[in-house]
């Protein structure tokens, strides 16, 4: 630096550093107005993390789809011959939605442990440290966990119609129950950021591992609320699982539909506010525990 | 740079876990552009200090300011000047060494062209380009903290934080690690380093404040310190064990010191701190001669930093006074 070069003080500068190579000085401060826009870019970075991650390990991501894919074909060959669906019908036809609302239930691990990983490892420390905007952390999460799980329900619509599902009902009533399965991922998104952050060590998600067996077999996912005993029978009735699970059958014109309990006549009302409850719960649980890290 | 006060400035900073007194009315001031070692035990508040001035922690009580801006006011302005080296590498194993550099340049807004540069730079600087491709669960315990040191680094940070940079690391990757944090000193780059290692601070830092129960107990260069404990010391071992209580008593009278003469049975080893060090070896020397004992070795040291913790502390259990 020779002495009529101006210091470089407080910006973005890139006077030659001591070694010719261009030293990256103290970034500026997003000008105002673009704050949002840096956040976005932030979000789409963290997004991008997520989405190297996989184009590196093909392996994991295949095993990952493979495994309700699995789940469906073991329910629906081994299983399947010996259940009967109440109100009549094939059982694959019945089982395929419920397994869709499975899959998306599951997701909860994964953005739970990726969670958790990274808070234990200290990345989230380091995000923190930086100049960012610290929601991006989040957001990249949910969008990619997101995109993964659409990816999932696409193959196993795949699979169930490789086993004999079909949709019977209108193609707008397909999309609102592809959406109905996406609002339940959503929520599950988010619970799994909560508890992510709350547990903090990735050992623990197993805990959560094995617990979500028994609410989804407490549920119509797998086999009719009708054969429970009746107070199994109520608790099951009522499971979020259960009331998306039916709304997406009854949706896709698929058997398993009817019922005259309360929840099950009104299982599409369920199945938008089973979700908006618990997103009205985990989000600023988790909003604020993510800003109680600094306590 | 804010104004040309201090790099760090610390004051009265408190702050409690339950009944554990984390930090306890802790005070510092890191001059700008050199390198500061907080030295101290497991729990002595080395972390919490680090991260309360990397704005990860909320200042509870008391006032800390780094590269001149309030860290608990103008957090976002202190983000943008620091480097964080936190206890676990946070890269990402799954990622290439590459595309975590990337990624932090494009958190920085360096843009991907710009990234994607800087990273290959950062690579090369730190001896792992050819590597720079792998996935970084593949790299050796060194390979990582330096790749870690790399990101810490995209924008040349005013203030860099160090948390214990080589502890787990074989004394290999120690050595790599070290190389690094003295290739970063002459930039300008403040580097404030905890370790619980006396010769990494001794190695590594201009200054020295030495922490316990999350105060600082003593601070200085090393040598200060080390004069603290009475400047040069006086070895002697000597063949047979039995002639060492008489040593002993032969070293306070030159030193005039008896409660400093320290022995250590095992290996037949009296030691003392002395003021003027050529006269008192002459004087020994001499008076071993006169009293016929027979010495195996007689030497002249400065105290090592360990000799200057432990006395700090207060911790002499290891030592047997006389």
């Known amino acids: 630096m020779t002495a009529t070069n101006p210091k470089a003080v407080d910006t973005a500068a890139t006077d030659p550093g001591p070694t010719g190579a261009p030293a990256v000085r103290t970034p500026p401060p997003p000008a105002a107005g673009s704050a949002f826009g840096w956040w976005l870019a932030d979000s789409w970075t963290m997004t991008r993390r997520e989405l190297s991650r996989w184009a590196r390990h093909p392996g994991q991501v295949l095993v990952n789809l493979a495994f309700p894919v699995m789940m469906l074909l073991m329910f629906a060959l081994f299983i399947g011959g010996s259940m009967t669906v109440a109100g009549g019908g094939d059982y694959a036809e019945f089982l395929v939605p419920g397994m869709f609302v499975v899959t998306m239930a599951f997701g909860l691990e994964g953005t739970m442990t990726a969670i958790s990983r990274d808070l234990e490892r200290g990345v989230v420390d380091r995000f923190r440290s930086m100049p960012m905007a610290p929601s991006a952390l989040l957001v990249g999460r949910g969008v990619a966990d997101m995109l993964d799980s659409a990816a999932g329900l696409l193959v196993m619509v795949g699979a169930g119609l490789l086993i004999g599902w079909q949709w019977n009902g209108s193609f707008p009533a397909a999309l609102a129950a592809v959406g109905l399965l996406l609002l339940l991922r959503f929520a599950m998104l988010w619970c799994g950021i909560w508890l992510g952050l709350v547990v903090g060590r990735p050992e623990l998600v197993t805990a959560v591992q094995i617990l979500v067996w028994p609410v989804a077999f407490t549920s119509s996912a797998f086999a009719s609320t009708e054969a429970m005993p009746g107070w199994l029978r109520v608790i099951a009735e009522w499971n979020p699982l259960s009331a998306t699970a039916t709304a997406v059958r009854e949706l896709f014109g698929n058997p398993g539909a009817a019922g005259t309990s309360w929840p099950t006549e009104n299982a599409v009302l369920l199945a938008v506010l089973w979700p908006l409850l618990l997103l009205s719960v985990a989000c600023p649980a988790a909003a604020a525990r993510f800003r109680r890290l600094n306590r | ?322």
């Open chain 2, 1 to 322: 740079m804010n104004g040309n006060g201090p790099a760090i400035r610390a004051q009265g900073l408190r702050r409690t876990y339950g009944s554990t007194r984390a930090l306890d009315g802790l005070d510092m001031t890191v001059a700008r552009g050199s390198v500061h070692a907080v030295l101290g035990p497991n729990g002595s508040g080395k972390t919490t200090l680090v991260r309360t001035l990397a704005t990860l922690l909320r200042v509870r009580e008391g006032r800390a300011e780094v590269a001149g801006f309030d860290v608990t006011d103008r957090p976002r302005d202190v983000r943008r000047r620091i480097g964080l080296l936190g206890q676990h590498a946070a890269v990402d194993e799954e990622l290439s060494g590459r595309q975590n550099l990337e990624l932090f340049g494009r958190l920085y807004h360096l843009g991907g062209r710009r990234a994607a540069a800087r990273a290959d730079e950062l690579l090369e600087r730190f001896g792992i380009a050819d590597t720079g491709r792998r996935a970084v669960g593949t790299y050796s315990g060194g390979m990582r903290r330096r790749l870690d040191l790399a990101a810490s680094l995209i924008v040349e940070p005013e203030v860099l934080f160090l948390d214990e940079p080589t502890t787990g690391l074989d004394p290999r990757g120690r050595t790599e690690v070290w190389e690094s944090v003295r290739s970063l000193v002459g930039g300008g780059t403040t580097v404030l380093l905890t370790t619980q290692y006396l010769e990494e601070a001794d190695q590594l830092a201009d200054r020295i404040s030495v922490l316990d129960h999350g105060r600082v107990i003593a601070e200085g260069t090393s040598d200060q310190l080390k004069a603290e404990l009475g400047g040069d010391r006086i070895d002697v071992v000597v063949r047979d064990a039995g002639q060492l209580a008489g040593v002993a008593e032969l070293l306070a009278g030159i030193t005039g010191d008896a409660a400093g003469v320290e022995t250590d049975t095992d290996t037949r080893r009296i030691s003392a701190p002395v003021a003027d060090r050529m006269s008192a070896l002459n004087r020994l020397v001499r008076s071993l001669h006169d009293h016929g004992v027979e010495a195996e070795d007689v030497s002249v040291r400065r105290p090592t930093l360990d000799e200057v913790f432990m006395h700090l502390t207060g911790d002499m259990k290891e030592e047997v006074p006389q």
